[in-house]
């Protein structure tokens, strides 16, 4: 099946709306009919800054880097950039096509 994939990059303390960016992306997509989405944490990053960002067990709560990451149709990902855009808000995205399917 063909489909896009959406990776959003974020701050884990980009907040919008009273609630973390990533929390509110993912809801926003759930409304849209979006199928699934998944947030995840990176354990080190960097941006293009070029500052490091690296999770240790005493690091400040907040500095760590989210992806938010979807597949979807290519309607539904324009939609969703649409949104986000209206919102005003500023994050780095990628957008490509894939094969999608499922297994057994």
Not at 21 to 27: G, I, R, S, Y
Not at 33 to 49: E, L, N, P
Not at 80 to 90: D, G
Not at 94 to 103: K, Y
């Given at each position: 099946?063909?489909?896009?994939?959406?990776?959003?990059?974020?701050?884990?303390?980009?907040r919008?709306?009273g609630?973390?960016?990533?929390?509110?992306?993912?809801?926003?997509?759930?409304?849209?009919?979006?199928?699934?989405?998944?947030?995840?944490?990176?354990?080190?990053?960097?941006?293009?800054?070029?500052?490091?960002?690296?999770?240790?067990?005493?690091?400040?709560?907040?500095?760590?880097?989210?992806?938010?990451?979807?597949?979807?149709?290519?309607?539904?990902?324009?939609?969703?950039?649409?949104?986000?855009?209206?919102?005003?808000?500023?994050?780095?995205?990628?957008?490509?096509a894939?094969?999608?399917?499922?297994?057994?």
């Amino acid at each position: 099946m063909q489909a896009w994939s959406l990776r959003l990059y974020l701050h884990e303390s980009n907040r919008h709306a009273g609630q973390p960016t990533w929390e509110w992306l993912l809801e926003q997509a759930r409304t849209l009919g979006i199928a699934g989405g998944s947030a995840f944490r990176a354990i080190a990053a960097f941006g293009r800054h070029g500052v490091l960002s690296e999770q240790h067990f005493f690091e400040l709560a907040g500095q760590s880097t989210i992806v938010v990451e979807f597949v979807l149709d290519a309607e539904q990902s324009a939609q969703l950039l649409a949104l986000i855009e209206a919102e005003r808000i500023a994050l780095f995205y990628l957008r490509h096509a894939v094969d999608c399917g499922t297994t057994g």
